[in-house]
Nanobody
Framework: QVQLVESGGGLVQAGGSLRLSCAAS????????MGWFRQAPGKEREFVVG????????YYADSVKGRFTISRDNVKNMVYLQMNSLKPEDTAVYYC????????????????WGQGTQVTVSS
């Protein structure tokens, strides 16, 4: 069992930066692949970035490559999403998610979800 709590969202101007954090509880956190997803109003939840259990592999959606960076600290049970050069189209609720085995882009493959944090990018 893993509980996830996101934080760090907010309002930022286009071109700005935000750092999202995901705090995980549960002794098995380090064995889970982690992902960040986002969902804008009227749209489906979409994959943003993912990281393998040991941080050795990272996966990025094309829309965020070169702007977003995912990292994790298995000692602190934390996952981070550094978002730079933000655009209005990045506006969404961002969710942290955990799954066993490897990262996938399909949200249905994830077992645990946080409550989400709102990111709003103004133009």
């Amino acid at each position: 069992q893993v509980q996830l709590v996101e934080s760090g969202g907010g309002l930022v101007q286009a071109g700005g930066s935000l750092r999202l954090s995901c705090a995980a509880s549960g002794r098995t956190f380090s064995s889970y692949a982690m992902g960040w997803f986002r969902q804008a109003p009227g749209k489906e939840r979409e994959f943003v970035v993912g990281i393998s259990w040991n941080g050795g592999n990272r996966y990025y959606a094309d829309s965020v490559k070169g702007r977003f960076t995912i990292s994790r600290d298995n000692v602190k049970n934390m996952v981070y999403l550094q978002m730079n050069s933000l655009k209005p189209e990045d506006t969404a609720v961002y969710y942290c998610a955990a799954k066993a085995e490897v990262v996938t882009t399909d949200p249905r493959g994830y077992d645990y979800w946080g409550q989400g944090t709102q990111v709003t990018v103004s133009s």
